[in-house]
């Protein structure tokens, strides 16, 4: 299994930026995908899941309304589109995959790293003021 991260990059305040994953050995539309961020340090945190189809999703209240999760199954990639970032966002980001599937309910707070079984190399995103 491999899932490879791209996209990361600097940009000031306010801009976008979309980051990839691209997987191969395992179905994104099986798994349950995540990003994860890790800022300089500090804990590895939980950005934003998805899963089944209808995709549900799920994001921290802390990027809720700014980024974005979608897939697109044809690829086998997974993608995080990031609007309105923060100097607070700047960390590298990790795709990760795990075979736990969530009800739609399933509260966001309670997404940890130790779930996923399977990540990516991370790309360094920094948002400069």
């Known amino acids: 299994v491999q899932l490879q991260a791209s996209g990361g990059g600097l940009v000031q305040a306010g801009g976008s930026l979309r980051l990839s994953c691209a997987a191969s050995?395992?179905?994104?539309?099986?798994?349950?995908m995540g990003w994860f961020r890790q800022a300089p340090g500090k804990e590895r945190e939980f950005v934003a899941a998805?899963?089944?189809?209808?995709?549900?999703?799920y994001y921290s209240d802390s990027v809720k309304g700014r980024f974005t999760i979608s897939e697109d199954n044809a690829k086998n990639t997974v993608y995080l589109q990031m609007n309105g970032l923060k100097p607070e966002d700047t960390a590298v980001y990790y795709c990760?995959?795990?075979?736990?599937?969530?009800?739609?309910?399933?509260?966001?707070?309670?997404?940890?790293?130790?779930?996923?079984?399977?990540w990516g190399q991370g790309t360094l995103v920094t948002v400069s003021s």
């Open positions: 990760a995959a795990t075979p736990t599937i969530y009800i739609r309910s399933y509260p966001p707070s309670r997404i940890t790293p130790d779930e996923y079984t399977h």
């Open positions: 050995g395992l179905s994104v539309r099986v798994y349950t």
């Open positions: 998805g899963n089944r189809t209808p995709f549900n999703t």
